[in-house]
């Protein structure tokens, strides 16, 4: 490649990022008055987490398939589902369709965070890896900056063009994610070889059976009952989701959704619970302060929106 197209490359690929990475936080600003409008506050979690789920399982499989298969289909196929997910989100008319939408947005997402890295790797040299890596993480850190700041800009908004503001932080992605499609379709043209793989679909399967039972009883726990009959049976699921994934990644090994060998290094532990540690504290300001600031403080959501940018940047 060119210097020249693997600039052109780069961009599209940042580009992709930053709009997967802006989605994980860009709802949380907007998400009172999209819960309003759509008449579903108790059901406003899904909207983020439904998107956090399918991005997170998709994100190895993407890795091992496009080693089978190769990196540029599976990157335009992924920038394309999120423009799909995109649009739907936008045109969403409950809260249990923008949860399901958001899912399918986030399958696209996995995709886009997961193979920009890999496909650096594959056209720059080692030794300047580091450096471009280095821009990607910046767009990251940007994006979530951003994200509840543009999230309630649209949302302070009561109509754009004859729509709801809100919907825009949904249709801003369509015109971007065609510009790094089409960045991507033009120049990222990669030799690919073949690496075989066994894919784990039912660590896939099995993780989800396990993540959402808990999800749900956490969400309606408080109207049922924590010891009620559907608490319980969710409970349960969740119980059998776990003891399959573990079955399913010790059978799959090396080629497992998580490697449970893994784990045996201390170093690679103690990482892992660090990264939850941080993550959940990270990810439950990102999401929960903006609510705060709205429910409580009396904010308007573009006013919680510049609120949150000196607690994301600590000051």
């Known amino acids: 490649f060119s210097h020249r197209q693997i600039l052109t490359i780069i961009v599209g690929l940042m580009v992709a990022m930053f709009l997967a990475a802006l989605d994980q936080t860009v709802v949380a600003t907007a998400i009172r008055t999209i819960a309003d409008d759509l008449q579903g506050y108790d059901l406003q979690a899904w909207a983020t987490t439904a998107f956090l789920i399918t991005s997170t399982i998709s994100t190895p499989l993407y890795g091992k398939l496009s080693d089978i298969y190769g990196r540029r289909p ?14 739907l989100c936008g045109m969403a008319t409950s809260m249990y369709q923008l949860a399901a939408f958001r899912a399918v947005q986030g399958i696209g997402a996995g995709g886009l965070m997961s193979l920009a890295l890999a496909i650096i790797g594959d056209i720059v040299p080692p030794r300047e890896r580091s450096r471009y890596q280095g821009f990607f993480m910046a767009v990251f850190g940007a994006s979530s900056v951003l994200g509840p700041v543009i999230g309630g800009f649209f949302a302070g908004q009561g109509s754009l063009f004859g729509v709801d503001g809100w919907r825009w932080i949904f249709f801003v992605n369509v015109p971007l994610g065609i ?7 033009r120049v990222l043209h990669l030799p690919h070889q073949r690496q075989d793989h066994r894919i784990d679909w039912p660590g896939a399967l099995a993780l989800i059976t396990f993540i959402v039972p808990l999800l749900i009883v956490a969400e309606r726990g408080r109207i049922w009952g924590w010891t009620s009959a559907s608490a319980l049976v969710c409970y349960a699921i969740g ?3 776990l003891a399959l994934f573990l079955l399913a990644e010790r059978a799959y090994g090396d080629e497992a959704l998580l490697p449970l060998r893994l784990f045996g290094n201390r170093s690679f532990s103690i990482a892992t619970a660090g990264s939850v540690v ?5 990810f439950g ?3 929960l302060l903006p609510q705060y600031l709205q429910i409580v403080h009396g904010s308007s959501a573009t006013v919680a929106g510049l609120q949150m940018i000196p607690l994301v940047l600590g000051i």
């Open 239 to 241: 119980i059998v989701g």
């Open 278 to 282: 941080v993550g959940a504290a990270m």
């Open 179 to 185: 510009l790094a499609f089409a960045a991507v379709f």
């Open 285 to 287: 300001g990102l999401l």
């Open 74 to 87: 599976f990157y335009l196929f992924a920038i394309a589902v999120f423009i799909v997910g995109s649009v």
